[in-house]
């Protein structure tokens, strides 16, 4: 009887291993390896985690400023825990904002790269000048299906192939050349969804085709869509250094799967309206379309003048809008916006709602912008 009592006293001990190690997923991954003391069952129980996360700013590692001290042991804790562990790993996260030995990093690869990881997500920050390279061994990992590097000077080894599994890939505050990243995107045979925020000027061709999303962020000097004949979602961030100089080349090709456009950063004072109309041209099934229009620097083109014709004399005279439903556009502050207002409306047959943001201090164009919600019902006028 008193065996039985102590059984049932004790029942964390006899938990199915699938639910011990489900539990220890949800923990920060410090207090899994504290679990070791609940009993001799869960002793190196956290060894069989197969999803590792590592994450500099989990209260569990104490820094204070410039901790050296605690960097140190932030970093000597992720190699006691892989020297120990023994289960096969599938996703592996880092997120630090400074390595003081980044040549630890090496030998983590190094170990995972024997491992069948599916996800890597590297963040170590972007703060350390110069840039780190990335380690030659994340090339290794053949069996990726979604990889994330943030804060690295992104150089592939001669004579990389390629991830034939990768369908996820994210460039984030990354300095990377031109050459580098149009091969690192076709290299890549099933790529499905990238995500660019780079530092470096790009003139950029992005050939995948079996490319879904695609979201670019940088100071781009050209965007080729050359080879993405199932892109369904654009997400376009245009920097202040394309508006100032840059012309942005026509989109060569159609996209009948391309179904959502986010446009943000854009001017219509500038020669970006041509890539827009162009790449409008080329969407034919367009059901959803964002437009945040730029903020900076958009007071310096108020005397500029004002090619108010554009849209009309530059569109096919037939052209419409047969799928879009919806459409956001943030920030009017010149004519030229009110004129892409103009140009989209009539072109629409089967939208269903317009939102366009005005900031209210410009109260004449707001009040151009509330005379056409007038005109039209389907125009939901927001100021902010």
């Known amino acids: 009887m008193g065996e039985c009592s102590r059984s049932r006293r004790d029942f964390i001990s006899h938990l199915p291993q699938e639910l011990v190690v489900s539990i220890l997923t949800q923990l920060p991954i410090r207090d899994a390896v504290k679990t070791s003391i609940l009993s001799t069952k ?14 500099q700013h989990d209260t569990n590692f104490s820094f204070v ?4 001290v605690a960097k140190t042991e932030f970093q000597d804790f992720i190699s006691r825990f892989l020297l120990l562990h023994h289960a096969p790993i ?3 996260k880092l997120i630090t904002s400074d390595l003081k030995n980044p040549s630890d990093l090496d030998q983590w690869l190094l170990f995972l790269s024997r491992k069948p990881i599916k996800k890597l997500v590297l963040d170590v920050g972007g703060h350390q000048d110069p840039l780190l390279y990335t380690p030659p061994c994340i ?27 990768l369908k996820y890939l994210t460039l984030d505050r990354d300095t990377i050349s031109l050459e580098v990243v149009e091969n690192l995107i076709s290299s890549c045979p099933l790529l499905e969804k990238f995500k660019c925020r780079c530092i470096d000027q790009l003139a950029l061709t992005v050939r995948a085709p079996n490319l879904r999303h695609l979201t670019v962020v940088a100071s781009f000097e050209d965007l080729y869509l050359q080879n993405t004949p199932l892109l369904a979602s654009l997400y376009i961030d245009f920097c202040e250094k394309v508006l100032e100089a840059i012309i942005l080349v026509k989109v060569p090709l159609t996209f009948d799967c391309l179904k959502f456009i986010d446009l943000r950063g854009i001017t219509f004072e500038n020669m970006n309206k041509a890539y827009v109309l162009h790449l409008l041209l080329q969407s034919p099934n367009l ?8 903020v900076f620097g958009w007071a310096r083109f108020q005397d500029a003048d004002a090619d108010l014709e554009f849209w009309e004399r530059e569109c096919p005279p037939d052209f419409a809008f047969k799928q879009l439903k919806i459409v956001d ?16 409306l009539p072109r629409s047959p089967v939208l ?29 006028v927001q100021l902010f």
Do not use: S
């Open 90 to 92: 599938r996703n592996f």
């Open 42 to 55: 869960w002793r190196y129980q956290w060894a069989n985690l197969t999803q590792l996360v590592f994450d």
């Open 287 to 294: 059901q959803k379309l964002k437009v945040w229009t730029a």
């Open 329 to 344: 556009m943030e920030g009017v502050y010149t004519e030229n916006d009110v004129e892409f207002i103009k140009f989209v």
């Open 139 to 165: 090339f290794l990992f053949q069996n990726l299906t979604r990889l994330k590097l943030c804060g690295f000077a992104v150089k592939p080894p001669p004579g990389f192939q390629g991830f034939p599994c």
């Open 352 to 380: 269903e709602v317009m939102t366009i943001w005005v900031d209210r201090r410009e109260m004449e164009m707001a009040d151009e912008v509330l005379h056409l919600q007038r005109a039209c019902p389907k125009i939901d």
């Open 65 to 68: 400023g410039d901790n050296q």
